[in-house]
């Protein structure tokens, strides 16, 4: 019988030779070495993801990425990432990534609260603990994702951060990860948070670029959070260049009676693929995902997620918004996965999406797998144009046109923002929402003159 072998494009050959050429210096002992050769056995099987594999079927990784950019080694602190630390406006424990490597020069270490460690990833990797493999790894609902797998493989640095049992941190810790953009590069970077028992923490991540230059983005970052716990995990995804493509992969394990609420915003950001793979640990457990994403242009942005209620007693929601213009693509793709003996679980997924034009485009596929007889799941997705009757509301009223879409936009946009616990935080999400209507206004007048 004939063995087809299928062709590697050039960036495929190009990642197996970085791999070759960087194993020996990636961080890590040998049960981590043997988490990164599987990893990488399985990428190599497979290759980049591609539009046949069903889970990446809108986001085409193997088309996107013609050629693999070389891999970043080192902190490169430019004046271009100072001048963009400075302007962020976010209060709490900093913590910097530049090209996905750890810099504690730019990082708060000297500030860090009783009850909390931070180490770099690259220093936890060559610990002997015995529980760092699984911690790593995140959910068996993601073992098989290839982009998740060369992640692992290449995975250079980042940030592990532990709270200790029933530690409430007053601040935010906030996750900054910078592209230096000198010149472009492809970053691998993984983040751990491990919470403890009725461990309270609101853990923020910020994924900008600091300068001119496209950047090919591959991160993760891991929760394990223990039982009683009330995690916050935001995200903001900003300031990428048009040519930029960055996977980020949102890996948790939540224990019992605790609640973990996630909230991911992306806007002026190039390809940007988010992928959540959440499992309930515990039973008794609440756990949240909503977002907000802002594309215009030939921009795309692609949410995918499994929930897993392994157990239960499990309530899940997942609420995302979507605002798409232009020729710009938005995807969204939700399975919430309710295990055999998973009784009385409680799940409900939506999303939204308003197109702007008819260039703009919203791929909508919400999935319920229930082997379950004792529970209430639901899911919808809507795509629609602005309500005419609200703007005629609001033009009869004196408004202008653009400004009305605007106002429109806002409060659709502000459902999903509203959860977030944190009001300073959802108060810059909603500024970041509002600067990003203000620009499409601006647009939208010159065009007119």
């Not at 056995?41 to 193997?62: C, N």
């Not at 430019?78 to 630390?85: E, F, N, Q, Y």
Request: aromatic share 4%; net charge negative; proline share 3%.
């Amino acid at each position: 019988m004939a063995i087809v072998t299928p062709l590697k494009t050039a960036a495929e050959q190009a990642l197996v030779q970085q791999y070759a050429d960087a194993k020996a210096e990636l961080p890590g002992g040998p049960a981590v070495r043997k988490l990164r050769e599987d990893a990488f056995a399985g990428f190599e099987a497979k290759g980049l993801p591609h539009r046949r594999l069903e889970s990446w079927r809108y986001t085409d990784l193997r088309s996107l990425l013609r050629e693999a950019r070389p891999l970043a080694d080192g902190v490169k602190v430019t004046d271009a990432v100072k001048a963009r630390l400075a302007s962020l406006k976010l209060d709490g424990l900093r913590l910097v990534l530049v090209d996905g490597v750890f810099a504690p020069e730019l990082s708060m270490l000297d500030a860090i609260p009783e009850g909390l460690t931070v180490q770099s990833l690259a220093d936890a990797l060559v610990q002997p603990r015995e529980d760092l493999a699984r911690v790593l790894s995140g959910p068996s609902v993601g073992a098989d994702d290839a982009g998740l797998a060369l992640n692992t493989a290449l995975m250079r640095d980042g940030v592990f951060v532990e709270v200790a049992d029933g530690v409430a941190l007053a601040q935010p810790v906030v996750i900054v990860s910078l592209a230096s953009a000198e010149a472009e590069r492809a970053a691998f970077h993984r983040s751990v948070v491990l919470a403890g028992k009725g461990a309270k923490a609101t853990i923020v991540e910020v994924s900008e670029a600091a300068g001119p230059a496209a950047q090919q983005v591959n991160g993760a970052i891991v929760f394990e959070t223990g039982d009683e716990s009330d995690i916050q995990h935001v995200r903001m995804i900003t300031r990428h260049q048009a040519a930029s493509v960055e996977v980020q992969s949102l890996l948790v394990t939540v224990g019992a009676h605790a609640k973990f609420d996630s909230f991911a915003l992306v806007c002026n950001a190039g390809t940007v693929r988010q992928q959540h793979f959440v499992r309930f640990a515990g039973e008794h457990t609440e756990i949240g995902l909503r977002g907000i994403n802002l594309i215009n242009k030939a921009q795309h942005s692609d949410v995918t997620l499994v929930v897993d209620h392994a157990v239960p007693h499990g309530t899940s929601r997942e609420l995302y918004k979507t605002i798409a213009g232009g020729e710009a693509t938005g995807v969204f793709q939700g399975k919430v996965v309710v295990r055999p003996h998973a009784q009385k679980t409680d799940g409900g997924m939506k999303s939204n999406a308003l197109l702007l034009n008819e260039g703009a485009a919203m791929f909508n596929k919400p999935e319920l797998e229930i082997f379950a007889d004792d529970v209430v799941c639901g899911h919808g997705a809507t795509v629609a144009q602005i309500d005419s009757e609200q703007l005629f509301y609001l033009m009869a009223r004196g408004l202008p046109r653009a400004q009305a879409e605007a106002l429109v936009l806002q409060a659709f946009a502000g459902e999903a923002a509203e959860f977030i616990g944190d009001e300073a935080i959802r108060e810059l999400v909603m500024g970041e929402v509002e600067a990003w209507l203000k620009a499409r206004e601006a647009a939208a007048e010159v065009s007119t003159v």
